[in-house]
């Protein structure tokens, strides 16, 4: 059976096995490829990533478009960035990724694209549900042809990317899809790589691809100080996200790092928006005013960011989950290899070094993501709670979730639109304050039966 709950804010996801069996993945395919019809598509491009169950799903999703009279290309195996790509660049009227991202090895999804790689989310999604339960679909016959798009997107990165001296770099690919291209293209450019879980492999046998957790980049870190490189750069699942250590082994968290960039397409494109999402530090907005863009808080969620980057026309956006979107000389999608790219070029064309950029970012005590066990029917209620208990005594954004403000810190609570979790995130002027504001949240998350933590999971890294 079908259930409504995969059909998330900005994907399709859910445990292959069980939500993504063939039957449901066909009809799935139905549904997109109506809702798309109907704005006029007639080609769709198609790719997957390394997961033990991608292969089968692409199968039934396939056999769902051709019935509705859609045309595919399939390119087969790639990072998320190269399928974005492929709907650019054979004029695609959109397409699907499927891929679980970071999830655990059960899960997979479909990212969904409509022309122009504009994202297809929110409502959109649900009115793809609709059109399923009605079981009101497009018919026809259509063809499919497969292509590889990895050596054209190759050159495309080589040809916007020049730098001025060699690095040495780690990557950690984390078994996934930026194996497949990652450290040929930056031998290619001219770094020394070293490579690290760079060989494709869907079990995830070393740590599950996600380089803004701590506990996943722990190799990476010790490699990147045991060989001396000058950074570390790691890859997820699917390549969209990326996660940096600089020359001393410690994490640039996605907001630091956007900060780094910022200045750079700042120097660019002077008085600029620059796009963040809700999880932030307070240290992001200080920065790009002071390099004189115009700093925007916004709702997290790739494809959330993305519409917003495109609706104002932002040269660059980031979130702290580690996606990051150039549209200055790019496309305006998240691709973690012409990020890294980017973030070798600064690096190649300055004398400083990656942890000597990232101190230039004032420093605040603060948190990673901390990720808490909450049901998928409570979370969204409990947030908009919380967010109604805050008000009452403390300045609370409510964009996404509640970040509420205490003059010298803040705190951050906001439901998952991918997981069964509240996400949240404390930043402060001390430590003591840090522990305090955590304290403030623990204590008013206690009263939900539906949510479930320790102590320890609220540990500072």
């Known amino acids: 059976m079908l259930k409504g709950t995969i059909f998330r804010e900005y994907d399709i996801r859910g445990i292959a096995d069980e939500d993504l069996v063939d039957e449901n993945v066909t009809l799935i395919g139905k549904g997109i490829a109506t809702f ?7 080609q769709l491009v198609v790719g997957r990533d390394v997961r033990l169950s991608s292969e089968r799903i692409r199968d039934a999703l396939v056999a769902g478009f051709v019935a509705t009279g859609l045309d595919v290309i399939d390119v087969g195996v790639c990072l998320t960035p190269v399928q974005y790509f492929g709907i ?4 695609a009227d959109g397409g699907v990724m499927i891929t679980g991202s970071h999830n655990p090895i059960e899960y997979n999804g479909l990212k969904i694209s409509s022309k122009g790689v504009a994202p297809i989310f929110g409502e959109q999604i649900q009115e793809i549900w609709k059109i399923i339960e009605s079981a009101d679909f497009e018919t026809g016959v259509g063809e499919v042809q497969k292509k590889d798009i990895i050596p054209e997107y190759v050159d495309m990165i080589k040809s916007k990317l ?21 450290p040929k293209l930056w031998e290619d450019m001219g770094c020394e790589v070293v490579q690290l879980y760079c060989e494709p492999d869907g079990t995830f046998p070393n740590h599950l691809p996600d380089p803004t957790i701590p506990k996943y980049v722990v190799d990476l870190q010790k490699l990147v100080l045991e060989v001396g490189a000058d950074l570390g750069v790691g890859y997820d699942g699917d390549t969209d996200r990326v996660g940096v250590i600089d020359e001393k082994g410690r994490m640039v968290f996605a907001d630091r790092l956007l900060a780094i960039l910022s200045k750079e397409v ?51 956006a980031g979130e702290m989950s580690g996606h990051i979107f150039y ?29 000597e950029m990232a101190d230039e970012v004032p420093g605040f005590e603060s948190t990673p993501e901390i990720r808490i066990e909450a049901t998928d029917e409570d979370k969204f209620n409990i947030v908009e709670d919380l ?29 998952s639109n991918t997981q069964p979790v509240l996400v949240l ?11 305090e504001i955590m304290d403030i949240f623990k204590a008013k998350l206690r009263e939900y039966p539906a949510v479930k933590f320790e102590d320890s999971d609220f540990l500072v890294a």
Not at 426 to 435: G, P
């Open 36 to 42: 798309l019809a109907r704005q006029g598509a007639k």
């Open 88 to 91: 650019i660049k054979f004029e």
């Open 162 to 182: 020049k730098f001025s001296k060699k690095l040495k770099m780690v990557i950690d690919a984390g078994n996934g899809t930026a194996g497949l291209l990652a």
């Open 266 to 316: 700042l120097e660019r494109h002077p008085g600029s928006d620059i796009v963040f999402d809700v999880k932030c530090s307070q240290a992001l907005p200080e920065e790009i005013k002071k390099h004189g863009g115009n700093p925007l808080m916004w709702k997290t969620g790739h494809s959330l960011l993305k519409a917003k980057m495109k609706e104002i026309k932002a040269p660059l």
């Open 327 to 355: 549209a200055d000389d790019f496309y305006g999608f998240d691709d973690a290899v012409y990020v890294s790219g980017r973030l070798l070029q600064i690096l190649s064309n300055s004398s400083k070094t990656l942890s």
């Open 387 to 415: 967010a109604a208990y805050f008000k009452q005594s403390y300045d609370t954004i409510d964009i996404d979730g509640a970040r509420v403000l205490f003059g010298d810190g803040w705190g951050l609570v906001r439901a």
């Open 425 to 435: 995130r404390f930043e402060a002027k001390s430590m003591n304050r840090l522990h």
